[in-house]
């Protein structure tokens, strides 16, 4: 993952509403990589910089009976170095037999796994398999140590790696299992706590359906609480969901996750049922059950649920193909962090949009449309620069040239826009 360097002017603060008013004026290019960057201290590596990749070895599928283990990899993020751009170390991640949310739920023989990677009855693996996903933005420092957290989408397992030192580390211990889990899976997303703790958002029920919900673990990963986040009677969907379900309150997908503890705050955004991403027939996603909505959280009292739901509104955003709606799918979400702003960011993937509600703290926050990609592209993770100046946001081509468009329509959404939306920025 790329890191930008941003410098603020000298000015006021500005309103955070008005940071897309300069769309057309700048480029950035900000490679969506599940990445983070490590500032090194110390004599022998003053300096140095490095890339912590958590990956799964893509030649898993391609190879009859070989079942590649995952790995977090290393890379030089100094320009000045010799290696700089080039994997310097690898970490395996500790094997436990049997250890696998596929192998609880009875799915690995079924799925045909156990005679395609040859595996013993105790199933798959905690090192393989895993789908690696999100991991902790920054290393969580803890006397000598600087712990990165790592996650699973599909396992449901989390690892634990030291990387004080990333040259030298060994194997990253399995730290909670699916089964250290009660009610969800589908790992996501993870943010530290004000209290020190891990919350981690979980997309789905148990069973990789819905609802999800929150789980809040200590540094050693020991499941301190799971907080619902399913609440009935939440704003009517704009439509029907695919499986026909129009309470929102009950459409939980946690997927992004932020926080401002000064307003005791903490929300997340609903992003899709874990289950229908999984087995949808086609990238055009005409099963996937996608979320609209963010939810707003009391950070001190998270057994309570949401305090508010709020849908972001289909409006114009409307298209010939429900899954290109604009509210479809919420990726991410962020919130502003000066003291006099109370806004929050919203983005989507199925809708390619972004989206801003100016106070997080209302009773009913309202969300409005403010720059929209549009159909063929997402609007993936993004951030918001640290003096609310600049919303960085990578636009994800989800269509290639030549794919099939959905039931309905004639022509695929593959780029219908590029002369609106190249070389632009928010600002």
């Given at each position: 993952?790329?890191t930008?360097s941003l410098?603020?002017?000298?000015?006021?603060?500005p309103d955070p509403?008005?940071i897309?008013?300069?769309l057309s004026?700048?480029?950035?290019?900000?490679p969506?990589a599940l990445?983070?960057?490590?500032?090194v201290?110390?004599?022998?590596?003053?300096?140095s910089?490095?890339?912590?990749v958590?990956?799964?070895?893509?030649?898993?599928?391609?190879?009859?009976?070989v079942?590649?283990?995952?790995?977090?990899?290393?890379?030089?993020?100094?320009?000045?170095?010799?290696?700089y751009?080039?994997?310097?170390?690898?970490?395996?991640?500790e094997?436990?037999?049997?250890?696998?949310?596929?192998?609880?739920l009875?799915?690995?023989?079924?799925l045909g796994?156990t005679?395609k990677?040859?595996?013993t009855?105790?199933?798959i693996?905690?090192?393989?398999?895993?789908?690696?996903?999100?991991?902790?933005?920054?290393?969580?420092a803890?006397?000598?140590?600087?712990?990165?957290?790592?996650?699973g989408?599909?396992?449901?397992?989390?690892?634990?790696?030291?990387v004080?030192d990333?040259?030298?580390f060994?194997?990253?211990?399995?730290?909670?299992?699916?089964?250290?889990v009660?009610?969800?899976?589908?790992?996501?997303?993870?943010l530290?706590a004000?209290?020190?703790?891990?919350?981690v958002?979980y997309?789905g029920?148990?069973?990789l359906?819905?609802?999800?919900?929150l789980?809040?673990?200590?540094l050693?990963?020991?499941?301190?609480?799971?907080?619902?986040?399913?609440?009935p009677?939440g704003?009517?969907?704009y439509?029907?969901?695919?499986?026909?379900?129009?309470d929102?309150?009950?459409l939980a997908?946690?997927?992004?996750?932020?926080?401002?503890?000064?307003l005791?705050?903490?929300v997340?955004?609903?992003y899709?049922?874990?289950?229908?991403?999984?087995?949808?027939p086609?990238l055009?996603?005409e099963?996937?059950?996608c979320?609209?909505?963010v939810?707003?959280?009391?950070l001190?009292?998270?057994?309570?649920?949401?305090?508010?739901?709020?849908?972001?509104?289909?409006?114009?955003?409307?298209?010939?193909?429900?899954?290109?709606?604009?509210?479809e799918?919420?990726?991410?979400v962020?919130?502003t962090h000066?003291h006099?702003h109370k806004?929050?960011f919203?983005?989507?993937?199925?809708g390619?949009?972004i989206w801003?509600?100016?106070?997080a703290?209302?009773?009913?926050p309202?969300?409005?449309?403010?720059?929209?990609?549009?159909?063929?592209a997402?609007a993936?993770?993004f951030?918001?620069?640290?003096?609310?100046?600049?919303?960085?946001?990578?636009?994800?081509?989800v269509?290639?040239?030549?794919?099939?468009?959905?039931?309905g329509?004639?022509?695929?959404?593959?780029?219908r826009?590029?002369?609106?939306?190249r070389?632009?920025?928010?600002d």
């Amino acid at each position: 993952m790329a890191t930008t360097s941003l410098q603020a002017r000298p000015a006021a603060a500005p309103d955070p509403a008005k940071i897309p008013n300069s769309l057309s004026q700048r480029g950035w290019l900000l490679p969506a990589a599940l990445a983070c960057t490590l500032a090194v201290p110390g004599s022998a590596l003053a300096g140095s910089s490095y890339l912590a990749v958590w990956s799964s070895d893509k030649e898993t599928d391609d190879r009859a009976g070989v079942l590649n283990t995952d790995f977090l990899a290393i890379i030089d993020a100094d320009p000045k170095s010799r290696t700089y751009g080039k994997i310097v170390n690898t970490a395996s991640m500790e094997s436990v037999s049997g250890t696998n949310l596929l192998n609880d739920l009875g799915l690995t023989e079924p799925l045909g796994l156990t005679d395609k990677y040859g595996l013993t009855a105790a199933g798959i693996p905690s090192d393989a398999l895993n789908e690696a996903h999100h991991m902790t933005h920054e290393p969580i420092a803890v006397g000598k140590h600087s712990y990165l957290y790592m996650g699973g989408l599909i396992s449901a397992n989390i690892f634990r790696c030291d990387v004080a030192d990333p040259l030298h580390f060994p194997t990253c211990p399995l730290v909670t299992t699916a089964k250290d889990v009660t009610n969800f899976s589908g790992i996501d997303d993870f943010l530290q706590a004000p209290d020190g703790n891990v919350l981690v958002t979980y997309m789905g029920a148990k069973n990789l359906t819905t609802p999800g919900g929150l789980v809040e673990i200590g540094l050693d990963g020991t499941v301190v609480g799971e907080y619902a986040a399913a609440k009935p009677g939440g704003p009517t969907r704009y439509m029907p969901s695919v499986n026909g379900e129009t309470d929102t309150g009950l459409l939980a997908h946690p997927h992004g996750i932020d926080i401002r503890a000064d307003l005791d705050l903490l929300v997340t955004s609903d992003y899709a049922d874990p289950l229908t991403l999984a087995t949808s027939p086609t990238l055009q996603g005409e099963k996937e059950d996608c979320g609209t909505t963010v939810r707003f959280w009391k950070l001190s009292d998270l057994k309570a649920g949401p305090t508010a739901i709020a849908q972001l509104p289909a409006g114009k955003g409307r298209e010939g193909y429900f899954r290109y709606n604009a509210p479809e799918g919420v990726m991410s979400v962020a919130l502003t962090h000066l003291h006099e702003h109370k806004g929050v960011f919203a983005t989507t993937m199925g809708g390619g949009s972004i989206w801003y509600a100016p106070d997080a703290t209302a009773e009913e926050p309202q969300f409005r449309l403010i720059y929209r990609v549009g159909p063929g592209a997402s609007a993936p993770v993004f951030f918001v620069t640290p003096d609310d100046r600049f919303l960085v946001q990578p636009l994800q081509g989800v269509l290639s040239p030549g794919d099939l468009p959905p039931t309905g329509l004639t022509v695929s959404a593959y780029n219908r826009d590029p002369a609106y939306h190249r070389h632009s920025a928010v600002d």
